[in-house]
């Protein structure tokens, strides 16, 4: 028999091994502005958006001070955070641009518009927002038409000063 998971299941929080957890603490939270929610000494942390109890655990039991895995290898490919406005994709592009944070792409996904980067340890982050699921591309017989075009970043950061 098949089963299909509760349509109201969502990932709750991921949780990174890191080289260094003041450097995580620099890109998670001093440059996204997640805020800290509980600390277990020098090894762990555990950040919010909003007051939740944690979206993002960092830790180094395993890491500290260790290497980034190759690109070729298997794991995670990147965390996605999204921001409930456009504005606040915009926002957060432009916090990256002027702490000349690199940016390794930027693409529209018909469904989402998204930035795309590496955390100190090489994690791939993906920050992106969701378009109305009305603006949604599907195609005539009804079947979701994602695709990987260009983001018009300067588009993108005009949502600043509206």
Same mark, same amino acid.
């Given at each position: 028999?098949?089963?299909k998971? !509760?349509?109201?299941t969502?990932?709750?929080?991921?949780?990174?091994?890191?080289?260094?957890?003041?450097?995580?603490?620099? =890109?998670?939270?001093?440059?996204? #502005? =997640?805020e800290?929610?509980a600390?277990y #000494?020098?090894?762990?942390?555990f950040?919010s958006?909003?007051?939740?109890?944690h979206h993002?655990?960092?830790?180094t039991w395993?890491?500290?001070n #260790?290497?980034? !895995?190759?690109s070729?290898a298997v794991g995670l490919?990147?965390?996605?955070?999204?921001?409930p406005?456009?504005?606040?994709?915009a926002?957060?592009l432009?916090?990256?641009?002027?702490?000349?944070? !690199?940016?390794?792409?930027?693409?529209d996904h018909?469904?989402?518009e998204?930035?795309?980067l590496?955390d100190p340890?090489?994690n791939g982050v993906e920050l992106?927002?969701?378009?109305?699921?009305e603006?949604?591309p599907?195609?005539?017989?009804?079947n979701l038409?994602? =695709?990987?075009?260009r983001?018009d970043?300067?588009?993108?950061?005009?949502?600043?000063?509206?």
């Open positions: 028999m098949s089963y998971i !509760p349509d109201q969502h990932i709750g929080h991921v949780h990174l091994k890191v080289s260094d957890i003041n450097k995580a603490l620099a =890109f998670y939270k001093d440059l996204l #502005g =997640f800290i929610m600390r #000494g020098e090894s762990a942390v950040i958006a909003g007051g939740y109890h993002i655990g960092l830790n395993y890491s500290k #260790g290497p980034q !895995p190759a070729n490919f990147h965390t996605a955070i999204v921001y406005t456009r504005k606040d994709l926002i957060a432009q916090r990256l641009i002027d702490a000349k944070y !690199p940016i390794t792409g930027a693409s018909g469904v989402s998204a930035i795309y590496n340890d090489g992106y927002w969701d378009r109305p699921k603006l949604w599907f195609d005539a017989a009804g038409q994602m =695709f990987t075009e983001l970043l300067e588009d993108l950061l005009a949502q600043i000063n509206t």
